[in-house]
């Protein structure tokens, strides 16, 4: 349970002053929902308005505040603004302009002959300055405020204000971070970061305080999990080769070298009475699913149940396409269950799992869902980790009386201290070697100018019956603006679907995150059945999707995209025999950070190597990659700090579970209401279950 300390920071939004219906609405649409949230949401930079003695000398864009004293109003004529006509002390005139209905009351609020200091951004306007909508300052407005990036029926200043009030009910919390560390890098206590990240700019050691205090928690949790685990012994699982031997020898190929040897130490782990933890890591196309399934028959073979999870039903069911497929006739039983299932067909995989009918059961998280019982549970597969934390970790850990072996499998060529970071301690297997026969994928850079040149190429390519995915960044709002139009992020994939179906017709289909159920399953059926040959897209087919005919991969906007899912999306084509291409089409005014970026993907693939020059680029600070680090589970730290503070939130966090014998102790205290600050409930429990 929860401190009730902490019960302020969890305290819903509706309870900040001024906060109605539709506030509480906006502020979801942010992912703001507490207390804590609103703190945790960052200032992404900084509006900063000059006070400017005069006009002389002001640059047009600027942005000033300035006294005037007002001369004349000027009603507006048709639909143009209304203008107050002003001057400063110096006698240069400027202009004050109102645009539509809230130009009511002006009159009242500047009357003729005050004299006032207003604000906002310095324009020209038919050769005279101009300001557009001023506010009106007091003297001691700030002149530096936060801009937060922002929601419909949000602004910047509101944002603010609702964390100024919220600031004082941060509770007054014992620190967690070692003392030594605190004082050696001169970091602020957690509530004077969290005053100061939102009121300075700048404040680096505030901001990687809080980072810090993210990744200790991560760290902790993982650490109380480890704890756990050497507590407990493992089902030590010994195949005899009857089912791995067969189906070896009816694949038309033989194992490469890394996957014969992950094979083997999986298999050895699996011996061992200590539930096996690793991670299988290969590229694209390096042959994990192989491996996966040699390693479910093992323990079948050894007379206990495999699990097979895939994050998406999407995913799941192609995984379980895929393992029938390479099954063929082995006395395997295979079960599929995502959340899709309801009724009767759902009563019946339960029941055969329930009774040791189904031998590996293949599906999305509702395979470890509370009323999912296994026969004997020996091994779950996770595809593509990164939703499957602490919490799941632990669910899975319920569903035996012995806890099954684990292995993780990812795409993601992760530098070790980010594996660290998101997985928390396992063992690792590498998939470095490509199955024969793979020709590379052919990368160009082209400028989006030159999209006739594309569309002609794209009609040649699907003239010869080939097919072509065409991937769509997500809508960018710009933090700038005060007010921002709810942004349907998927808009420029349904943009650009439209305009290819007025060349292509029905031959294109379209997914987007929005999409779901039935509606999203029909197009990508069309498309992997070949009736459709163009497949827009968003970034939802980056992992798994499997279309071995499709052998053009045209990615808009590819400078928006960070290095590593673009090697992913280009890992969707190259899977066929034809000869595959990959078109980066690129924006104009690119930054150098940007360029380089396009310049590596089309130099290499290698997925380490990207993933090494990903961590890199980003590290200059782009803030393309600073919004990226929510796709790494952080929220607060970005890829730059993770690769900075880990490793010592990872030591610290280890020397304090197993030195202090997990959370008790003055400081183990205080850690603990770390933990339930980022939530990481689930971790704390293990220190009462076994
Ligand atoms: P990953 O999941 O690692 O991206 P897959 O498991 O989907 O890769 O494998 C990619 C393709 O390579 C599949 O079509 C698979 O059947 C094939 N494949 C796997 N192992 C080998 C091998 N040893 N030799 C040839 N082809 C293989
Ligand atoms: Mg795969």
């Known amino acids: 349970m929860r401190p009730d300390r902490l019960n302020p920071l969890f305290a819903e939004t509706a309870s900040l002053p001024g906060v109605g219906p539709a506030a509480v609405r906006a502020l979801e649409r942010l992912e703001i929902r507490r207390t804590r949230d609103l703190l945790f949401h960052f200032p992404v930079g900084w509006r900063e308005t000059r006070f400017a003695p005069s006009l002389a000398g002001v640059t047009e864009g600027e942005r000033i505040s300035i006294a005037v004293r007002i001369l004349s109003h000027e009603p507006s004529r048709g639909r143009g603004p209304l203008r107050i006509i002003a001057d400063d002390a110096s006698g240069i005139g400027l202009l004050l302009a109102f645009f539509g209905p809230k130009s009511h009351g002006l009159a009242a609020r500047f009357p003729i002959g005050a004299e006032l200091t207003v604000a906002g951004r310095l324009e020209l306007w038919n050769g005279r300055f101009q300001i557009i909508h001023p506010e009106l300052r007091k003297a001691d407005t700030p002149d530096t405020e936060p801009v937060y990036a922002l929601t419909e029926g949000m602004t910047s200043r509101r944002i603010a204000g609702l964390v100024q009030a919220a600031l004082p009910k941060i509770p007054q919390l014992d620190e967690w971070i070692e003392p030594g560390l605190l004082s050696k890098r001169g970091w602020p206590g957690f509530a004077a970061a969290l005053t100061q990240v939102h009121s300075t700019p700048g404040s680096e050691g505030a901001r990687d305080r809080l980072a810090y205090d993210e990744l200790l928690a991560t760290q902790l949790a993982w650490a109380l999990v480890r704890a756990r685990r050497r507590r407990q012994r493992g089902q030590p699982l010994q195949g005899n080769g009857r089912l791995t031997e067969a189906l070896l020898a009816q694949l038309p190929w033989a194992l490469t070298g890394a996957q014969r040897h992950a094979v083997s130490e999986i298999a050895g782990d699996m011996a061992t009475p200590h539930a096996m933890l690793r991670l299988l890591q290969g590229d694209v196309g390096s042959g994990k699913t192989l491996v996966a399934l040699l390693a479910l028959l093992i323990a079948v073979e050894a007379g206990a149940q495999g699990a097979f999870l895939a994050p998406t039903d999407l995913l799941a069911r192609q995984h379980h396409a895929t393992l029938q497929k390479l099954l063929g006739n082995l006395p395997v039983r295979l079960g599929f269950l995502s959340g899709r299932e309801k009724g009767k067909a759902r009563e019946a995989v339960l029941a055969a799992l329930a009774a040791g009918e189904i031998d590996i059961l293949v599906g999305t998280h509702a395979i470890f869902s509370g009323s999912v019982q296994y026969h004997r549970l020996g091994l779950a597969v996770v ?115 439209a305009a290819l179906r007025q060349r292509f017709g029905d031959k294109v289909a379209l997914v987007h995150g929005k999409l779901q159920g039935a509606a999203r399953d029909r197009e990508m059926a069309r498309f992997q059945q070949g009736e459709a040959a163009i497949l827009v897209a968003t970034t939802v087919i980056e992992v798994g ?96 700090q993770v690769a900075r503070l880990l490793q010592t939130a990872h030591d610290d966090a280890r020397l304090l579970i197993e030195r202090d014998g997990g959370l008790t102790g003055p400081r183990g205290e205080a850690a603990r209401n770390l933990l339930y600050l980022f939530e990481k409930d689930a971790a704390v429990a293990t220190l009462r279950g076994g």
């Open 545 to 640: 999707v499997d279309v071995p005919n499709a052998s053009l991969m045209v990615i808009e906007g590819a400078e928006r995209f960070g290095l590593a899912q673009l090697h992913q999306l280009r890992g969707r084509v190259g899977r066929g025999t034809a000869r595959s291409v990959c078109l980066l089409l690129r924006g104009d005014n690119l930054s150098e950070t940007a360029k380089e970026r396009l310049r590596m993907m089309r130099s290499t693939d290698d997925g380490f190597a990207i993933a090494e020059a990903d961590l890199r680029l980003r590290g200059a600070g782009e803030l393309l990659g600073t919004r990226q680090s929510g796709e790494q589970g952080f929220g607060i730290a970005t890829p730059e």
């Open 383 to 497: 595809d593509e980790q990164h939703r499957f934390g602490v919490a799941q970790r632990l669910m899975l850990a319920e569903k035996a009386d012995v806890p099954p072996h684990l292995v993780v499998m990812t795409a993601t060529p992760i530098p070790r201290t980010l594996a660290l970071a998101q997985f928390g301690e396992m063992d690792v297997s590498k998939l470095d070697e490509r199955p024969p026969g793979r020709q590379p994928v052919e990368t160009r850079i082209m400028s989006l100018p030159r999209l006739d040149e594309v569309l002609d190429g794209l009609a040649r390519h699907i003239a010869t019956g080939a097919q072509a995915y065409w991937v769509c960044p997500l809508l960018d709002a710009g933090a700038d603006e005060e007010t921002v139009a709810d942004p349907d992020a998927a808009a420029p994939a349904v943009a650009r679907a």
